[in-house]
């Protein structure tokens, strides 16, 4: 039973260039999450999905685009990154009712140097 | 919007103490919160939630956590901490924006027991 996967776990970009973060889920889920996690600022929401074919954006969306062709799968795309996208990145999924826990991948650690 | 304040970056605390991680939220009609823990290197793990019914929910590792509408509360207690408790504590609540959900987090209480 995988439940949220991530793909992949590390990696080291250099400014300016792009890289898509895979988030693969088999519980089937409507809803689908990416936050960043910083030092003492929590998790942000950065886009979010309730269902197959759409995206919306959270609290911090800026500099990063989102795609859910499959309900199963949320990407999340950095077109051209920034050192202030240095982060862990999570992405969670849960059921399309609000008394619903999320379940949370391992995160993926990206540096931007 | 929601928000959610946890104002104790960091809680030390002895082994076999009691603890409590505070919690609070921005007034809303209705409201599901949650307590979801995260060990080094690992992702959430959802430690106990309040949905409706009873204001006291319990985990199953001896954390229990009190609704409080009044005061816009959700702390976690527990009363002996173990060495293995060490980890970082997140309070969230789940927000309902037009048609669909988010989960909103607060920043975060790191506890750290010391033998």
């Known amino acids: 039973n995988a439940g949220v996967t991530q793909t992949p776990k590390f990696r080291v970009l250099k400014t300016g260039q792009s890289m898509t973060l895979l988030c693969a889920q088999d519980?089937?889920?409507?809803?689908m999450y990416w936050y960043r996690q910083d030092p003492g600022m929590g998790l942000r929401l950065i886009h979010y999905?309730?269902?197959?074919?759409?995206?919306a954006k959270g609290e911090v969306p800026d500099g990063y685009n989102v795609s859910r062709l499959k309900k199963q799968n949320f990407l999340l795309g950095l077109e051209s990154a920034a050192p202030s996208q240095t982060s862990v990145y999570f992405c969670?999924?849960?059921?399309?009712?609000?008394?619903?826990?999320?379940?949370f991948g391992q995160g993926t650690r990206l540096t931007v140097v | 919007a929601q928000s959610v304040t946890q104002l104790d970056s960091q809680v030390p605390v002895f082994e076999e103490a009691p603890v409590e991680l505070r919690c609070n939220y921005s007034?809303?009609?209705?409201?599901?919160l949650f307590w979801y823990v995260q060990y080094p290197n690992q992702g959430l793990q959802l430690l106990l939630k309040?949905?409706?019914?009873?204001?006291l929910v319990e985990s199953i590792n001896g954390f229990e956590a009190e609704f409080n509408k009044s005061q816009t509360s959700f702390h976690l207690r527990k009363p002996s901490v173990h060495i293995s408790d060490t980890a970082e504590y997140f309070c969230?609540?789940?927000?309902?924006?037009?048609?669909?959900?988010?989960?909103?987090f607060g920043s975060g209480t790191r506890l750290l027991v010391r033998p």
């Open positions: 969670a999924s849960k059921q399309g009712i609000m008394n619903t826990e999320a379940f």
């Open positions: 007034s809303s009609v209705s409201v599901y």
């Open positions: 519980m089937n889920h409507e809803y």
């Open positions: 999905s309730v269902g197959e074919g759409t995206t």
């Open positions: 969230a609540v789940s927000e309902r924006e037009d048609s669909s959900y988010k989960l909103i």
């Open positions: 309040y949905l409706s019914g009873s204001t």
